[in-house]
């Protein structure tokens, strides 16, 4: 379980999160849904150490991640723009990922799975927007870890791949883990997710499940259902 | 007919002389004497004395006014056993030859030397080997002497405790060739000598010069080398001296120089060779000096001038790869730097007349800021000095305008 | 750290770059050794360039590698792995390749020329020794500027900026604050002066092992007596050091509290 605590983030000027206080809960999956630039990223950053809150903490299973480094054996995490080092080859850097982790992974399985078993000795830097995006995927999946955090993991996606990638994430889920996504699809999110967390201006505007926000908002398609969260705050 | 009676009378002339002088053997068995000291007082002016091979222990050995031939073989030794002079001859018209002399007292008192000559005329020193010498020969108030294909070393390990290889003192017209001498005080040395000629000498490994000049007028050296010498040649408070065909190398250190040219004027300095000095040619207050056709390469500076210069012309000369090739402190009139090949020279010349089109200014920027605070020497090659020697080139500012070549030559002269 | 320290050194070992570096020393030593034919010149030549070049190229290719690799670090923060480790490999990484294109390309022509048994070894090592740190210092001080900036062009304008300082700025004030003083014992500023800037404490301490050291006349002289003794030795090694572990420990320091 993570535990968002008073979270306080701004860069320079621009507050962006103004106490945020979220709980990710075992075994669901939920999605951080917001407009852009509410601070879904930096959120997701912050869980993971690479940004710091100007105020409040982050605790996964009941411990601060402050000054701690061993919680991220834990997560696998799909960064929202896949750039790589570009003289490198596709098993090269799984190679490397795998190398630096040293944990037990699934990589041929994810490779056989998105097919880019014919693209390994290609150099990343050649590699298509969509399949640099199947490469992440392999990358941040392949060490079966209990939480998933995926940030955009659509952009680029062909339609069959997508549901590849839904069809998997659903097979994770059965078997009983956590995950994290953001994403602007909102079909996807609709499919995949338990638990809807709704940032605005820096805060937690709405936090339930999907049949909860439709009866809260009445309307009936999520879609809407979203939108209308974001009139009724301009309001 | 008159021929053949001149030669009558020269057979005649030199059977007389073998007819009335002898020659006397010196060994330490079966001969006319044991000792050389001995021989000598025994021995009639014109006389010749052979001295055998065999270390003779003798000091002091004195030729009073009787003009003798004493030459030795190979191996013929005085070994003086550091108890004072070797030879002490006053004398006219003797000769000395193919005898070794070793070890010289050495004094902080006096001036012991292998060889002291004192009022000597038409002498002839050659082929004598000296080990060990504190001072070499001294010569003094003497004229018209040879002092030829000798080979002096010393043993002093400073410059107090050696003298010099060949000291000429209050001498005049004589003439040093063919020697070697080192590991000395100063390799040759005069003082108050006029006319005198030095020529075809090898000097190095001195501790001070390998050849030195004091209140010296009217002489000549030529094609001698000086190596490694704390500094090669020394010319002080001397007129007219002219320096010819030597080369100056090796004389590297943070205190040496080729050549120190100190209070002195209305010499010639042509076709010598300076490679690997720190400063080839140290010029102290020096007026009226010609320097022709002479080779400066690898040096540290080529020329220094460091007192009052006035009137000084080079012309043709080479300036090869020093690190500064002109450097002054002090006022610089009337000298004239024209026509000289400078390495460092990146001119052009469209009429192809041989000379470059646009002036060459010998003093860096760098060489006159280490003379304005000598401090600065220790920016030598770094970026910053090698940017502003550059745009001092391109627009002078500080360099003095009577410093330059109008004409710098376009090829290395040859000579 | 060490993992990281060798895949930035193979991304780099590989790239165009480190070939041309090293292409450029290779071709330089050789040219200078095999047609001047005189070593200590040929080391007086090297020590220009390098003194200029290194730092410069130290600097240029800290920042080039820490912003074009700006992606593959966030990868590597999202892993279980220390922040330590990543910078500290990664700047390692840099400097290790940098020392090696030197090493390798002054090495090689000199090792051919047979330097091994000329006596001018040690002024040689020398040179690499100073190469070699100067390569740290510098790509430890890029990667300073480069963290604490995330504008890639002000990084790279204070990259540039901070090269300037050293290999010449330094220099033009140090010059005249001289002559400016000349008229008071200088030897301890000189002294002083020259021991905090690397690029000139490099090259003090590979002239006073040549034969050129004669000019520097007697400033040299006070040069040589401090670094020739142990004290001098060590303050100046401790000098070198402190220029590469400063800037380490301060790299730590901001990497540890930045946000990515």
Request: proline residues 2%.
């Amino acid at each position: 379980m993570v535990e968002f605590k008073d979270i306080y983030k701004k860069f320079d000027k621009n507050e962006v999160l103004k106490g945020i206080n979220l709980t990710i809960q075992n075994g669901k999956t939920t999605a951080i849904l917001g407009p852009n630039g509410s601070g879904k990223t930096t959120l997701i950053k912050i869980l993971l150490g690479m940004s710091h809150p100007n105020k409040g903490d982050v605790l996964s299973n009941a411990s601060s991640i402050r000054q701690n480094w061993t919680y991220r054996k834990n997560i696998d995490y799909l960064p929202q723009i896949a750039n790589f080092p570009e003289n490198i080859k596709v098993k090269e850097i799984i190679r490397m990922i795998k190398d630096l982790r040293n944990q037990k992974t699934r990589d041929e399985e994810l490779i056989t799975y998105f097919g880019l078993a014919p693209y390994l000795n290609i150099k990343l830097s050649n590699l298509s927007g969509g399949f640099k995006q199947k490469v992440n995927l392999v990358l941040s999946l392949m060490f079966d870890s209990p939480f998933i955090i995926l940030d955009e993991p659509t952009s680029g996606l062909d339609p069959v791949s997508l549901i590849k990638l839904k069809e998997l994430l659903k097979k994770e889920q059965s078997k009983g883990k956590t995950i994290l996504i953001t994403s602007h699809i909102m079909s996807f999110v609709e499919e995949i997710s338990d638990h809807i967390s709704f940032i605005l201006d820096g805060k937690v505007y709405f936090d339930g499940s999907i049949d909860q926000l439709k009866s809260t908002t009445g309307e009936p398609n999520f879609e809407y259902a979203i939108a209308n969260l974001l009139k009724d705050n301009h309001a | 007919m008159y021929n053949s009676f001149v030669f009558f009378l020269l057979v005649i002339h030199t059977n007389l002389l073998f007819a009335q002088h002898q020659i006397i053997d010196v060994c330490k068995n079966a001969c006319d004497f044991k000792s050389v000291q001995e021989a000598v007082n025994h021995a009639q002016p014109g006389d010749s004395i052979f001295i055998k091979k065999g270390v003779y222990k003798e000091h002091d050995i004195f030729i009073d006014k009787k003009s003798l031939h004493l030459y030795g073989e190979e191996g013929t030794i005085i070994d003086t056993d550091n108890k004072g002079y070797g030879f002490k001859i006053e004398a006219t018209n003797f000769s000395l030859e193919n005898l070794t002399v070793v070890n010289t007292k050495v004094s902080y008192t006096t001036d012991y030397a292998a060889i002291y000559l004192f009022k000597c005329y038409d002498f002839k020193l050659r082929k004598i080997t000296l080990k060990n010498a504190f001072f070499g020969f001294l010569i003094e108030k003497s004229k018209n002497g040879l002092v030829e294909g000798n080979t002096i070393s010393g043993s002093g390990s400073t410059e107090a405790n050696s003298g010099n290889a060949i000291h000429l003192w209050d001498s005049k017209d004589m003439v040093v060739k063919n020697n070697q001498v080192f590991k000395m005080r100063d390799g040759i040395y005069i003082e108050f000598g006029n006319n005198n000629v030095f020529e075809n000498n090898r000097s190095y490994d001195n501790r001070r010069y390998g050849l030195h000049f004091m209140f010296s007028n009217d002489n000549r050296y030529s094609h001698n080398t000086f190596t490694n010498n704390s500094a090669g040649v020394a010319v002080m408070f001397s007129k007219r001296i002219i320096m010819n065909n030597n080369i100056f190398e090796k004389n590297w250190g943070t205190a040496s120089y080729g050549l120190l040219l100190k209070e002195i004027n209305d010499g010639e300095i042509t076709h010598n060779t300076f490679r690997n000095n720190t400063i080839g040619i140290t010029a102290d207050g020096s007026t009226r000096m010609t320097y022709y056709e002479n080779d400066f390469i690898d040096n540290g500076y080529a020329v220094k001038f460091v007192g009052g210069s006035y009137r000084n012309k080079f012309h043709k000369n080479n300036f090869l790869y020093n690190n500064f090739d002109l450097s002054y402190s002090g006022g610089l009139n009337d000298n004239s730097f024209d026509n000289n090949y400078w390495s460092d020279y990146t001119g052009y010349d469209l009429d192809r007349d041989g000379y470059g089109d646009v002036p060459y200014r010998p003093v860096k920027l760098f060489s006159y800021l280490v003379n304005e605070t000598p401090e600065s020497i220790i920016l030598l090659r770094s970026l910053f000095i090698d940017i502003i020697n550059f745009s001092e080139k391109v627009t002078p500012v500080f360099t003095p305008e009577n410093l330059i070549d109008q004409q710098p030559l376009m090829r290395k002269v040859e000579w | 750290m060490l993992k990281i320290l060798k895949y930035s050194f193979f991304d780099l070992v590989r790239s165009r770059w480190s070939y041309v570096y090293f292409l450029f020393y290779l071709l330089l030593s050789s040219v200078l050794l095999f047609l001047n034919n005189n070593i200590s010149n040929a080391i007086i030549t090297l020590l220009n360039v390098v003194i200029v070049l290194v730092p410069l190229i130290g600097t240029i290719f800290g920042v080039m590698y820490y912003y074009n690799s700006q992606e593959f670090t966030a990868l590597l923060l999202a892993q279980p792995i220390r922040r330590r480790s990543i910078f500290m490999g990664q700047f390692l990484g840099v400097a290790v390749s940098l020392s090696l294109s030197v090493l390798l390309g002054l090495g090689i022509p000199f090792a051919l020329y047979g330097l091994f048994q000329s006596n001018v070894i040690f002024d040689f090592l020398i040179l690499i020794v100073v190469a070699i740190v100067l390569s740290f210092i510098f790509s430890g001080l890029a990667f300073n500027i480069a963290l604490s900036n995330s504008n890639k062009i002000k990084g790279f304008g204070y990259a540039i900026l901070l090269w300037l300082f050293m290999a010449v700025i330094y220099d033009g004030a140090f010059l005249i604050a001289l002559v400016y003083f000349q008229d008071y014992p200088l030897d301890q500023f000189t002294l002083f002066a020259t021991l905090f800037n690397p690029i000139d404490l490099s090259r003090i301490l590979i002239l006073l092992k040549l034969d050129i050291s004669a000019l520097l006349g007697y400033t040299g002289a006070i040069f040589k007596d401090f670094f020739g003794t142990l004290t001098g030795s060590l303050v100046s090694l401790g000098v070198l050091l402190a220029w590469v572990l400063l800037p380490s420990w301060r790299m730590l320091k901001v990497a540890q509290r930045k946000d990515f």
